[in-house]
Antibody
Framework: QVHLVQSGAEVKKPGASVKVSCKAS????????MHWVRQAPGQGLEWMGK????????SYAQKFQGRVTMTRDTSTSTVYMELSSLRSEDTAVYYC??????????????WGQGTLVSVSS | QSVLTQAPSTSGTPGQRVTISCSGS????????VYWYQHLPGTAPKLLIY???QRPSGVPDRFSGSRSGTSASLAISGLRSEDEADYYC???????????FGGGTKLTVL
């Protein structure tokens, strides 16, 4: 059975960084991309980027270029999303979600439970 | 401002049929598959429709999807109280080189 289990809620000050983890189980880690999608309060879903666990290559949404870093640890089937220079607008629930490793695929069939990141002074 | 346009809200009564629309452009809906997600508060989004009109296992046939040109629609028939949720369309955007979502439509079951 597929599970994506994320790390717990975080409270950060403006300017700090946050690193959220997503541990995958129940499937072959290397054959699915892992994406990060966030939802700010009262807002819709927003794609942040993805990582290919096979080689670690990444693709980020232009909005987050330079501020987001996605990495993976194949030994533990875990992916990480680090967002730096946090501002209040980054307060959101962050989700990891997988798709089959095919370019152009938007079929997020399994999602993590979400991680609330709150940014406040 | 979302790349894909959805009405912010819609409503219906139990048993009724409702349609949620999603408008895009030639670089996204016009050239790629459309997906629909159901999102209940406090839970992870759930895949409802993939490849324009396909239902994953376990999704009732009350839910159906379609795509025409640069627009797509999600129809829900036999509306039930548990259908009350936010619904998002999504697709790939060739210009942005990544997935894009609609702004979401909040469905209220009266």
């Amino acid at each position: 059975q597929v599970h994506l289990v994320q790390s717990g809620a975080e409270v950060k000050k403006p300017g700090a960084s946050v690193k959220v983890s997503c541990k995958a189980s129940g499937y072959t880690f290397n054959i699915f991309y892992m994406h990060w999608v966030r939802q700010a309060p009262g807002q819709g879903l927003e794609w942040m980027g993805k990582i290919n666990p096979r080689g670690g290559t990444t693709s980020y949404a232009q909005k987050f270029q330079g501020r987001v870093t996605m990495t993976r640890d194949t030994s533990t089937s875990t992916v990480y999303m680090e967002l730096s220079s946090l501002r209040s607008e980054d307060t959101a629930v962050y989700y990891c979600a997988r798709t089959i490793a095919v370019s152009g695929n938007v079929e997020f069939d399994y999602w993590g439970q979400g991680t609330l990141v709150s940014v406040s002074s | 401002q979302s790349v894909l346009t959805q009405a912010p809200s819609t409503s219906g009564t139990p048993g009724q049929r409702v349609t949620i629309s999603c408008s895009g452009s030639s670089s996204n809906i016009g050239d790629n598959y459309v997906y629909w997600y159901q999102h209940l508060p406090g839970t992870a989004p759930k895949l409802l429709i993939y490849r324009n009109n396909q239902r994953p296992s376990g999704v009732p046939d009350r839910f159906s999807g379609s795509r025409s040109g640069t627009s797509a629609s999600l129809a829900i028939s036999g509306l039930r109280s548990e259908d009350e949720a936010d619904y998002y369309c999504a697709t790939w955007d060739d210009s942005l080189r990544g997935p894009v979502f609609g702004g979401g439509t909040k469905l209220t079951v009266l």
